[in-house]
């Protein structure tokens, strides 16, 4: 879209009469840089040569299989990348005003064509169709951008959390890449007071994988405050996920934890996700025992195994995706790995967030965290 009549462009002409025809291709000879020119004489034969490749378009309204804006209409449906000028008579003048008005970027009268107009209106065509295109560029993105962050919130809920007793941080950031991916978290205290955090990975990136993670959170929360937290809100999660996924090999991995009334300890599935790190009694470990069973999505009657986890009087809890320990340290294809994350916690031990994640370096995709903490009273 940035040639003009100093560089050569490809345009198609529209036109059944031959004299009219001839009369514009000889004009446009004149150019500083003349074009190269695609001949129609009917809607049907130009169809088969609107490409990609054709950047302008002049076309007849009185075409012997069109009839008046609908010739218009079509070309303007099959090449939306290209500029059009309509070519109207000295009585169709009122018609050309109504084409430039349903699309397209000019009109000529064709009794009043020279070839310094005609070049001109092309040139001016070119540049108010590119700028059409980056105005409606920057309308996606501003869309897209306000689509994303309402994907986002719902993505990254409030926690409901009614005690003082844990403090509960979170973080998400978005990998290198920048694309929307469907990494969820979301805390949420019952009534006999125990703590439920589940973190999700929804495999891919974009829109429908993030829409995806919306459905798997809020089905989790809705589950959790029904009393499920054993395998039955295991297989309900997965049957959603393979209800609403795009295509079949699309699979999430997981990791639940529900905390004890009395915070002591915890009841956890992780299902094909990274294990969580705690610390506990001045030492960090992964946790063991994991992963519980597979992801969601990827086998039929799947059993996931709850893996019993002693917290103690003072702990803390780090749940995360495994855009962490996918983060290059020190070598540009390094992976931190799940070791590595607990070598980085055992050194100062204890988990600052954000120095940590400061610490482990570029983000090849996105982050999730959940970190939950109890002091001794």
């Known amino acids: 879209m940035t040639a003009s009549l ?9 036109e059944d009469d031959d004299g009219d025809a001839f009369l514009v291709e000889e004009l446009l000879k004149e150019a500083e840089a003349p074009p190269r020119i695609f001949r129609a004489r009917s809607l049907r ?3 088969e040569k609107l490409t990609e490749h054709i950047q302008c378009v002049l076309v007849d309204l009185t075409l ?6 609908e010739a218009l209409e079509e070309v303007l449906a099959l090449a939306p990348h290209a500029a059009v000028l309509v070519l109207t008579g000295l009585r169709d003048v009122h018609v050309g005003v109504t084409a430039v008005q349903a699309g397209a970027q000019d009109y000529l009268v064709k009794q009043d064509i ?13 540049e108010r169709r590119r700028a059409d295109l980056a105005h409606l560029a920057l309308l996606q993105a501003d869309l897209t951008a306000k689509e994303n962050a309402r994907l986002e919130g719902a993505l ?15 973080r998400y950031l978005p990998g290198s890449g920048g694309t929307l991916a469907g990494d969820f978290f979301d805390t949420v205290q019952t009534p006999d007071g125990s703590v439920h955090v589940v973190i999700g990975d929804v495999c891919g ?32 999660l997965d049957a959603l996920l393979r209800a609403e996924r795009q295509a079949p090999e699309i699979f999430t991995t997981l990791c639940t934890a529900t905390i004890a009334p009395d915070l002591r300890y ?8 990274p ?9 960090a470990e992964a946790v063991c025992d994991t992963p519980s069973g597979p992801p969601l999505g990827i086998f039929p009657d799947v059993e996931w195994r709850v893996i019993d986890v002693p917290l103690g009087e003072e702990w803390t809890l780090m749940l995360y995706t495994d855009g962490l320990i996918e983060a290059a340290v020190g070598e540009p294809d390094g992976e931190i790995g799940v070791d590595g994350l607990v070598e980085l916690v055992r050194a100062r031990g204890d988990i600052d967030l954000d120095r940590l994640i400061t610490h482990v370096g570029t983000l090849s995709d996105d982050l999730a965290v959940i970190l939950l903490r109890r002091r001794r009273a």
């Open 205 to 236: 990136h974009g829109p429908d994988e993030a829409a995806l993670g919306v459905a798997l959170r809020i089905a989790w929360r809705t589950l959790v405050l029904a009393g499920q937290t054993d395998e039955t809100m295991l297989r309900t």
């Open 114 to 126: 020279d070839a310094r107009l005609l070049a001109r209106s092309i040139r001016y065509a070119m």
């Open 64 to 69: 012997p299989d069109a009839n008046r804006l």
């Open 45 to 47: 034969e130009a169809k």
């Open 156 to 170: 990254l809920p409030e926690a409901l959390l009614r005690t003082d007793a844990i403090e509960h941080v979170t």
């Open 275 to 283: 294990p969580p790190v705690l610390v506990r009694d001045g030492g």
């Open 266 to 273: 915890a009841k956890m599935h992780v299902v094909g996700h």
């Open 6 to 14: 100093s560089e050569t462009l490809t345009l198609l002409l529209i």
